[in-house]
């Protein structure tokens, strides 16, 4: 059986938890199954691996019309594949045309969900209604759709009600326990600006909305003056997140010390690096289907403090692993907390509780990595999906 994987991130163009998790099922299906990767970008040296760029004549369109360009490339040269299956909205047009130009099966992977990120919108324009309506017929066109939690099924069935609930299989997101692990080396991690003697709150996302950093910068004023805050966060969505979050940023420095924003992309090494020497990793997210970045921090032996939303309480058992932070939210698809200053008080709440102690903090840490030994590897999720491409090709 050949499966050819549309992806429009994948090493070393990886900037989100998709590209992540792409890279890593491919690593864990190519043990016995024929896998081609189609991504967005140059070239990569790797076999059965090729890159597609934006055709010239869209060198300046839309982004979602740009991205159309890419797929239709990709599905013309999917011919051949028993399979498709396309991750996030920027491939799903891609599998979708691929299934019906060569009658294969396509299956989407859902990391996200364009109704549920309305913010897209300050970023792609007009585009955003072409990207909600690719996904939207990719969906509802494909054979099988997995969601990587029971919240993002959930999802799923409620933005698209015409779905037959039989189609869409929860395959959780997965962590490979031999690269993510802790790390201590306090010279690399004074080097990142975090002094390791001291307490420390570690967040590490995309400046995007759905990360929710103004409301985590919020809450950073209310910790423990010697409670170093430590913000890996780069890639903006838009100038104007950008424009508010370096607004915050500088408030909170102009408050304390021990304020650190490392804004470049780290390597893995370094990020391990930054969470060992870290006490606690917050996810203050508003929307997050599943969030392989507290399976990144439980795997270095950190507990996580996240928002009680989407797929995170299917990650952190509260109490043992970390804390769930109760929020109230719009139900306009944005997730905007209905009470602002409620959820901030609450999350600077459950981050002091957890960093206070740091015995306490320790134990929950290990009791996260042993979480993700038992119930997010790569090697389970691999044999997952490969049993639903036999239930679609034989």
């Known amino acids: 059986m050949r ?177 993510w692990k802790p790390l201590k080396d306090d010279e690399r991690a004074r080097a990142l600006g975090i002094d390791p003697e001291r307490p420390a709150v570690v967040f590490v996302g995309r400046i995007t909305r759905q990360k929710g950093l103004p409301y985590l910068l919020r809450a950073a004023r209310l910790l423990p003056k010697e409670v170093q805050v430590i913000l890996c966060a780069g890639a903006p969505d838009t100038p104007e997140i950008m424009a508010e979050v370096t607004r915050g940023v500088e408030a909170l420095q102009a408050e304390r010390d021990g304020v650190v924003w490392i804004d470049r992309l780290l390597s893995q090494e370094e990020l391990r690096v930054a969470l060992t020497a870290s006490t606690v990793f917050v996810c203050p997210s508003v929307y997050e289907p599943l969030g392989i970045v507290n399976l990144e921090a439980m795997a270095c032996g950190l507990p996580v403090v996240g928002t009680a939303t989407g797929g995170i309480p299917e990650v952190i058992v509260d109490g043992v692993t970390g804390r769930l932070v109760p929020i109230q939210q719009a139900d306009d698809g944005t997730g905007t907390p209905t009470n602002p200053d409620a959820f901030v008080a609450e999350l600077a709440a459950a981050l002091i509780d957890v960093v206070s102690d740091p015995e306490r903090a320790a134990l929950m840490g290990a009791a996260g990595r042993l979480r993700a030994e038992t119930a997010f590897s790569w090697t389970s999720i691999g044999e997952q999906t490969r049993a639903i491409y036999r239930s679609l090709v034989g």
């Open 3 to 179: 499966v050819d994987l549309l992806t429009r991130e994948y090493p070393p163009n990886i900037y989100g938890g998709a590209g992540v998790h792409v890279a890593e099922l491919v690593r864990a299906l190519r043990t016995d199954t024929d896998v081609i990767v189609r991504a967005f970008g140059d070239p990569v040296d790797e076999p059965d691996t090729f890159g597609y760029g934006v055709p010239e004549e869209l060198a300046g369109a839309n982004g979602s019309i740009s991205t159309l360009g890419v797929d239709l490339q990709m599905a013309q040269d999917a011919g051949g594949a028993d399979l498709v299956h396309s991750h996030t909205w920027y491939a799903n047009a891609a599998g979708h045309l691929a299934k019906l130009l060569h009658g294969i099966p396509h299956v989407v992977t859902a990391h996200s969900l364009e109704p549920l990120r309305p913010w897209k919108a300050e970023q792609l324009g007009g585009g955003y209604r072409v990207s909600s309506w690719i996904e939207k017929t990719a969906f509802e066109g494909a054979d099988r759709v997995i969601a990587v939690s029971e919240g993002m099924r959930r999802d799923i069935l409620h933005a698209y009600p015409s779905l037959d609930p039989e189609k869409v299989t929860v395959v959780y997101n997965g962590i490979d326990l031999d690269r």
